[in-house]
């Protein structure tokens, strides 16, 4: 069974129909279960992703947390739990982790690989190939029948078709009733954002560069990033424009600077970072920082 829809969130009460007057009833661990399988949904528009669907009183903070909580690769219940108290029915009691967080699975899959960077550099190298695939079920750890805690998502495949980049997402098993608004927007997020990710040692490959004194300069006028914007109470992150990108050889003392998630970057010792400074953040330099600073990370 098959549905297309440009607006998943205002297809969602056809979606819990469609299953309740055509769903098989099963019982997988003894639990009564609507099913249909295999059921594809197509979304052609992931913009159009954030739950607000009077059927459905969901939490719209919860999945931008639980996409951060994705993107550091984290599987500990002290963050998650904070925007979603019920998180805490499926940790490991004896390790208060998560057996099946995606976040180490994509990103540090088995200690060794970040599958979505060599997914990637897959799609960089060959527009047109089928193997750019991050896997996130794990035989090794997941057969085993007392775990509570089994993804459900098990497998993202990337292809680049007619200059758009399609994700599928095979699912063992999905709660439509709880999970899919959050599943939904997660997945449709990590495909907008590795949609648009872009190394800047490439835009001089893509741009014209010309010399302005020493530097090597490229102008992108149709290029945006995500930035920090804040007021004298609030900070937030935009998308803005980004009006140029500079290169130049530096004879610099240089800095490493790596986050408590494992993020890394090195920069000069005059480069300007941010740092969280009460409610706003405020500019310093690399040998003003110290450990436990909080520092932006896009």
Known sequence: MELITDNLPL????????????????????KLTYE????????????KRFFAHPFRDAN??????ELLWFFQARDDLEMIRHY????AEYVNPFNNRFNGAYGPRLFNYM???DQISAVYSRLKADRDTRRAIAVIY????????????VPCNIILHFMIRKDKLNLTVYVRSQDTLRGFCYDSVSEDAVIALSDRQVRVRDLFNEYESHKEGELNVVHTPDLTCLSVSQTSKTAQTIEAAVSKI???DVDKEMYEIETESGRRVIVTKD???????GSAFVAAKPSELKIGDELPCL
């Open 84 to 87: 979603n108290a019920r998180m």
């Open 271 to 277: 480069h300007s970072m941010l740092k969280k400074q």
């Open 246 to 248: 500079i290169e130049h």
């Open 111 to 113: 200690g060794q690989l």
């Open 36 to 47: 249909i399988s295999p059921f594809l949904i197509r979304s052609t528009n992931p913009r």
């Open 11 to 30: 297809s969602y009460a056809d979606i819990l129909q469609k299953i309740l007057s055509e769903g098989d009833k099963v019982s997988p661990r003894g």
């Open 138 to 149: 794990n035989p090794m750890k997941d057969h085993v029948d007392s775990l509570i805690d």
């Open 60 to 65: 719209p903070i919860f999945p931008l947390a």
